[in-house]
């Protein structure tokens, strides 16, 4: 962190309504840089759990963070409170592989027999 860098407290809450990396952040800090972060801290024992980065979202005030943005970038999503703490949700959805799935609708439309008459 810079000198003089504004700093931000920060939690994120997962599905199950546990909290982890509670800590102070600098502003400069990226939305992909704390996604990896949350990655790496991710607790043991969990259902659910993120294989890299892009299997989770952030969400504040019911908007998804970008993973290009700071937190001063997101500052009109954080907001302007002076003291406290802010609560992130934190979503994992692993990206959905659709070429997958539109090869299988091609299989199955392939493996029709149809008699035309």
Not at 12 to 22: L, Q
Not at 32 to 41: N, P
Not at 100 to 105: G, P, S
């Amino acid at each position: 962190m810079g000198e003089g860098e504004e700093c931000i407290e920060l939690k994120f809450r997962i599905y199950d309504g546990t909290d982890m990396a509670h800590g102070t952040y600098a502003s400069s800090t990226t939305v992909a840089t704390l996604k990896q972060k949350l990655v790496a801290e991710w607790p043991q024992g969990k259902t659910i759990t993120p294989k890299s980065m892009h299997d989770v979202k952030l969400i504040h005030a019911g908007k998804i963070l970008d993973d290009n943005k700071t937190l001063a970038d997101s500052r009109t999503t954080i907001g302007d409170l002076p003291c406290g703490v802010i609560t992130m949700h934190v979503v994992v959805q692993p990206p959905v592989a659709k070429k997958k799935k539109d090869e299988e609708h091609m299989g199955k439309m392939n493996s029709c027999s149809c008699t035309i008459l």
